[in-house]
C-alpha cells in the first residue's frame, strides 16, 4: 500500500490529527516507507490460522473476569476534574457544537 | 554505597548503619550532579522524597503504626514517568502531559509506597514509550553514560541510564517491544520483562494493551527478584491482571545449571549482528556449557515477520488508547480553535510529537474500513504463528538464550530521522511480547569501543524464577553487571 497526500489527510482527519501542509510530504514518505515493511505480511499463508488477540489465549485458558454489577468508585469528579483544560460546575468545557 | 546491590542497602539500613534519609540524600545528591550531563530524571521532588525517607526510618525503628519493614523499605527506587504518581507529576515524556498530576497511584507505585520504597524522582523515556533510542521524548534525550554521544536505548532509557550511572539503586520501567531489555542492554544493567499479565498495568499509561507489561531495572538479577516480589500480583482494576497465587521469585537463584536445556535460536545469530555482539554472547553461552548446560540450536523461523506483525497491531492499539488524549478531560489544549473538531486536531497536532503521531496515523489507517482484514487480522494470525514458533521451542529446551540487541549503543541522531531502521533495531525483543513471555537482559562484556553488550535470555510463560537463577549464577562468576560507566565514576 502506499498513501498520497492527499490520502494521508483523509486519515488525518480520522486520527483527529493536525498535519500541516509544510510536513505534508515528509510524513507521507515516512508512512509509506514503513507502510513497505508492514506489507511483508501479505505474503504469508495463514490460512486456517485463529487471530490471536490476547498474547496468553493459545497456552493458557484465559477467561473474562466480572464482577457484581455495583458501584465501587467514590465521587471523586472534583480531583478528576482539577487537572481539565475547562471546567466549570462539574462539567467540561468545550466549543458549542449546537446553535 | 553507591554500588550496593538492594540486598545490601537493606542490610546497612537493618543494622542501623546508614538511615533511609541519609541514602535518600546521597542518590538525590547523585542525581543532582549526574542529571544535567545525562538528561536521565524528569522530575525530582526532593522533599517528597525526603519525607517518605522520615516515615521509612520510623518504621525501621518500630515507630508508629506502619506495617513492619520489609527489605525494601527506605531504599530510593526510581519510576520510569509511564506510572501515575499522585504525589509528583505524570508526563509520560510528552508535552501532551507535561503539566499533569494524576489523582490516583498507579498499581506498581501503591506497591512500592506500601512497601516503604522511597519515590527518588520520575525517569525520562520516549514519548508514550514509543521509541528505541530516547530521543522521542518532549523533554529531550537522555544520554548514555558510557559515551554520551549515544543514544541509552528506549523506551525506559532514563530509567537504564538512572541505574547505570548509579544516580539510583533500581528503577520500574515498561515493555511492549523492548523497552525495558534494549535499554537495559545498551547501558549495561539488568532488566526484566515479565510474562504479560504477572505486573498489573492499573495507572501505568497505555501505549498497546495486548502487549504493554511493567518490569524492573537494577543491577543484578538478584535485584530484579527482589523488586518483582513487590512489583507482581493480581490486581482486580486490570482485567488482565492474573489470578495466581504470590511467587517469590528468587527461589531459583541457586538454580543448578548441570542439564539445562538452552535454545540458541539461529534467526538471532544471523546476518546484521556486530562481531563484538556475537563474540560476547557466545562467550557468555559457552559459560553455561562449561556449568553442564545442554545448548542446542533451535528455529523460530517466524522471527523475521516480528517486526511488522508488531508495527501493525501496536500503532493499532496505540491510536485507540491515544484517542484520549482530545484536549478535554486533561493534558494539553491548543490556544486558538474554530470549533470542536479542529480543537481535536490542533491539541495532538502540538502535544504529540513526531514519532507518536505517525504512530496514530498508521494505526488509523491499518484499522480503517477495508483495511482491518487485510492488515490488523492478518497480523494477529502472524502473531499466533509467532508464539506457536516458541511453544514448539520450550518444547525442546528449558531457555531460550541470544543478543538483546544486535548492535550496541548507536550515536544520537544516527536513526531518529529513518522510522525502518530504528525498528529493524529491536528485531530481537519485539517476538517475546508478542507471545507473552518473560524476557532478560543481563550484561556480558563490552565491544572494543568499551560499550555494553547484553545477554538475553528468555523463558516460557512464568519461568522468570528459572531465568533469574540462570542470570544470578553467571553474574556470580563474571562483574560485567558491576562495572560503572566512564561518564559518571563512583
Redesign the interface.
Same mark, same amino acid.
Given at each position: 500500500?502506499s498513501?498520497t497526500p492527499d490520502q494521508?489527510q483523509r486519515?488525518?482527519?480520522?486520527?483527529?490529527?493536525?498535519?500541516?501542509a509544510e510536513d505534508e510530504r515528509g510524513?507521507t514518505d515516512?508512512?509509506n516507507?514503513?507502510?513497505?515493511?508492514?506489507?511483508?505480511?501479505?505474503a504469508?499463508d495463514?490460512s486456517g490460522?485463529?487471530?490471536?488477540?490476547?498474547?496468553?489465549d493459545?497456552?493458557?485458558s484465559v477467561r473474562?473476569?466480572l464482577?457484581p454489577d455495583e458501584v465501587t468508585e467514590a465521587d471523586?469528579r472534583d480531583?478528576?476534574q482539577?487537572?481539565?483544560?475547562?471546567a466549570e460546575k462539574g462539567l467540561?468545557l468545550?466549543?458549542k457544537?449546537l446553535e | 554505597m553507591l554500588n550496593s546491590t538492594l540486598s545490601a542497602l537493606g542490610a546497612a539500613l537493618a543494622a542501623k548503619q546508614v538511615s533511609s534519609v541519609e541514602l535518600t540524600k546521597l542518590f538525590l545528591a547523585r542525581v543532582g550532579a549526574l542529571n544535567r550531563k545525562l538528561n536521565a530524571f524528569i522530575t525530582v521532588d526532593e522533599e517528597h522524597s525526603l519525607a517518605q525517607a522520615r516515615v521509612a526510618d520510623e518504621r525501621r525503628a518500630g515507630k508508629g503504626t506502619a506495617a513492619a519493614a520489609g527489605p525494601l523499605t527506605g531504599i530510593p527506587i526510581a519510576h520510569k514517568d509511564i506510572f501515575c504518581t499522585s504525589g509528583l507529576r505524570t508526563t509520560c515524556g510528552s508535552r501532551m502531559l507535561a503539566s499533569?498530576?494524576s489523582?490516583y497511584d498507579a498499581h506498581v507505585i501503591e506497591r512500592f509506597d506500601a512497601a516503604g520504597a522511597i519515590q527518588l524522582g520520575k525517569t525520562n523515556m520516549d514519548e508514550f514509550a514509543m521509541g528505541s533510542s530516547n530521543e522521542t521524548s518532549h523533554f529531550g534525550p537522555v544520554l548514555n553514560p558510557w559515551d554520551v554521544a549515544r543514544v541509552p536505548g528506549g523506551s525506559s532509557g532514563g530509567s537504564a541510564a538512572a541505574v547505570a550511572a548509579r544516580m539510583t539503586p533500581a528503577a520500574t520501567g515498561t515493555d511492549t517491544g523492548g523497552s525495558i531489555r534494549q535499554p537495559a542492554a545498551l547501558t549495561g544493567v539488568s532488566g526484566l520483562k515479565p510474562?504479560?499479565?504477572v505486573v498489573s498495568r492499573y495507572g501505568m499509561i497505555a501505549f498497546a494493551s %495486548?502487549?504493554d507489561q511493567g518490569g524492573p531495572l537494577a543491577k543484578s538479577a538478584a535485584d530484579l527478584a527482589l523488586l518483582m516480589n513487590t512489583m507482581a500480583g493480581f490486581d482486580?482494576r486490570d %482485567?488482565?491482571s492474573l489470578?495466581r497465587p504470590a511467587e517469590d521469585y528468587g527461589r531459583e537463584l541457586n538454580l543448578n545449571l548441570a542439564g539445562l536445556r538452552i535454545g540458541l535460536p539461529k534467526e538471532y545469530f544471523g546476518d546484521g549482528l556486530e562481531p563484538d555482539v556475537r563474540a560476547r554472547v557466545g562467550e557468555a553461552v559457552r559459560w553455561f556449557e562449561t556449568q553442564g548446560a545442554k545448548t542446542l540450536e533451535i528455529t523460530l523461523p517466524n522471527t523475521?515477520?516480528a517486526?511488522?506483525?508488531y508495527?501493525?497491531i501496536a500503532p493499532a492499539e496505540a491510536?485507540s488508547n491515544l484517542?484520549r488524549f *482530545?484536549?478535554?478531560?486533561?493534558?494539553?489544549?491548543a490556544d486558538k480553535?474554530? *470549533?470542536?473538531?479542529e480543537?481535536?486536531?490542533?491539541t495532538?497536532?502540538?502535544g504529540?510529537g513526531t514519532e507518536v503521531?505517525?504512530r496514530?496515523?498508521?494505526?488509523?489507517?491499518?484499522l %480503517?474500513h477495508g483495511?482491518y482484514d487485510?492488515?490488523y487480522?492478518?497480523?494477529?494470525?502472524?502473531?499466533?504463528?509467532i508464539?506457536?514458533d516458541f511453544?514448539d521451542a520450550f518444547a525442546r529446551c528449558d531457555l531460550i538464550m541470544g543478543p538483546t540487541s544486535p548492535t550496541t549503543a548507536f550515536a544520537l541522531g544516527a536513526k531518529a530521522d *529513518?522510522?525502518?531502521q530504528m525498528?529493524?533495531n529491536d528485531i530481537f525483543t519485539i517476538p517475546a511480547?508478542?507471545?507473552?513471555l518473560p524476557g532478560l537482559s543481563v550484561p556480558c562484556g563490552f565491544d572494543a569501543r568499551g560499550l555494553p553488550v547484553g545477554l538475553q535470555i528468555m523463558g516460557d510463560?512464568f519461568a522468570e524464577a528459572k531465568m533469574l537463577g540462570a542470570a544470578h549464577r553467571y553474574q556470580q562468576a563474571t562483574d560485567w553487571h558491576l562495572r560503572a560507566p566512564k561518564e559518571a565514576p563512583l
Amino acid at each position: 500500500m502506499s498513501l498520497t497526500p492527499d490520502q494521508l489527510q483523509r486519515i488525518a482527519l480520522l486520527a483527529r490529527i493536525e498535519v500541516s501542509a509544510e510536513d505534508e510530504r515528509g510524513v507521507t514518505d515516512r508512512l509509506n516507507a514503513v507502510f513497505g515493511l508492514i506489507d511483508q505480511l501479505q505474503a504469508v499463508d495463514t490460512s486456517g490460522i485463529e487471530p490471536m488477540s490476547h498474547p496468553l489465549d493459545a497456552r493458557l485458558s484465559v477467561r473474562q473476569r466480572l464482577r457484581p454489577d455495583e458501584v465501587t468508585e467514590a465521587d471523586r469528579r472534583d480531583a478528576y476534574q482539577s487537572g481539565a483544560p475547562a471546567a466549570e460546575k462539574g462539567l467540561y468545557l468545550v466549543p458549542k457544537v449546537l446553535e | 554505597m553507591l554500588n550496593s546491590t538492594l540486598s545490601a542497602l537493606g542490610a546497612a539500613l537493618a543494622a542501623k548503619q546508614v538511615s533511609s534519609v541519609e541514602l535518600t540524600k546521597l542518590f538525590l545528591a547523585r542525581v543532582g550532579a549526574l542529571n544535567r550531563k545525562l538528561n536521565a530524571f524528569i522530575t525530582v521532588d526532593e522533599e517528597h522524597s525526603l519525607a517518605q525517607a522520615r516515615v521509612a526510618d520510623e518504621r525501621r525503628a518500630g515507630k508508629g503504626t506502619a506495617a513492619a519493614a520489609g527489605p525494601l523499605t527506605g531504599i530510593p527506587i526510581a519510576h520510569k514517568d509511564i506510572f501515575c504518581t499522585s504525589g509528583l507529576r505524570t508526563t509520560c515524556g510528552s508535552r501532551m502531559l507535561a503539566s499533569f498530576t494524576s489523582p490516583y497511584d498507579a498499581h506498581v507505585i501503591e506497591r512500592f509506597d506500601a512497601a516503604g520504597a522511597i519515590q527518588l524522582g520520575k525517569t525520562n523515556m520516549d514519548e508514550f514509550a514509543m521509541g528505541s533510542s530516547n530521543e522521542t521524548s518532549h523533554f529531550g534525550p537522555v544520554l548514555n553514560p558510557w559515551d554520551v554521544a549515544r543514544v541509552p536505548g528506549g523506551s525506559s532509557g532514563g530509567s537504564a541510564a538512572a541505574v547505570a550511572a548509579r544516580m539510583t539503586p533500581a528503577a520500574t520501567g515498561t515493555d511492549t517491544g523492548g523497552s525495558i531489555r534494549q535499554p537495559a542492554a545498551l547501558t549495561g544493567v539488568s532488566g526484566l520483562k515479565p510474562t504479560y499479565g504477572v505486573v498489573s498495568r492499573y495507572g501505568m499509561i497505555a501505549f498497546a494493551s %495486548s502487549l504493554d507489561q511493567g518490569g524492573p531495572l537494577a543491577k543484578s538479577a538478584a535485584d530484579l527478584a527482589l523488586l518483582m516480589n513487590t512489583m507482581a500480583g493480581f490486581d482486580a482494576r486490570d %482485567s488482565t491482571s492474573l489470578e495466581r497465587p504470590a511467587e517469590d521469585y528468587g527461589r531459583e537463584l541457586n538454580l543448578n545449571l548441570a542439564g539445562l536445556r538452552i535454545g540458541l535460536p539461529k534467526e538471532y545469530f544471523g546476518d546484521g549482528l556486530e562481531p563484538d555482539v556475537r563474540a560476547r554472547v557466545g562467550e557468555a553461552v559457552r559459560w553455561f556449557e562449561t556449568q553442564g548446560a545442554k545448548t542446542l540450536e533451535i528455529t523460530l523461523p517466524n522471527t523475521g515477520l516480528a517486526v511488522p506483525v508488531y508495527y501493525v497491531i501496536a500503532p493499532a492499539e496505540a491510536s485507540s488508547n491515544l484517542s484520549r488524549f *482530545d484536549g478535554v478531560r486533561y493534558g494539553h489544549r491548543a490556544d486558538k480553535y474554530a *470549533d470542536l473538531a479542529e480543537m481535536y486536531r490542533r491539541t495532538r497536532g502540538e502535544g504529540f510529537g513526531t514519532e507518536v503521531k505517525r504512530r496514530v496515523l498508521i494505526g488509523t489507517y491499518v484499522l %480503517s474500513h477495508g483495511y482491518y482484514d487485510a492488515y490488523y487480522l492478518q497480523a494477529q494470525k502472524v502473531r499466533r504463528l509467532i508464539a506457536k514458533d516458541f511453544a514448539d521451542a520450550f518444547a525442546r529446551c528449558d531457555l531460550i538464550m541470544g543478543p538483546t540487541s544486535p548492535t550496541t549503543a548507536f550515536a544520537l541522531g544516527a536513526k531518529a530521522d *529513518d522510522p525502518v531502521q530504528m525498528y529493524l533495531n529491536d528485531i530481537f525483543t519485539i517476538p517475546a511480547p508478542l507471545a507473552g513471555l518473560p524476557g532478560l537482559s543481563v550484561p556480558c562484556g563490552f565491544d572494543a569501543r568499551g560499550l555494553p553488550v547484553g545477554l538475553q535470555i528468555m523463558g516460557d510463560h512464568f519461568a522468570e524464577a528459572k531465568m533469574l537463577g540462570a542470570a544470578h549464577r553467571y553474574q556470580q562468576a563474571t562483574d560485567w553487571h558491576l562495572r560503572a560507566p566512564k561518564e559518571a565514576p563512583l
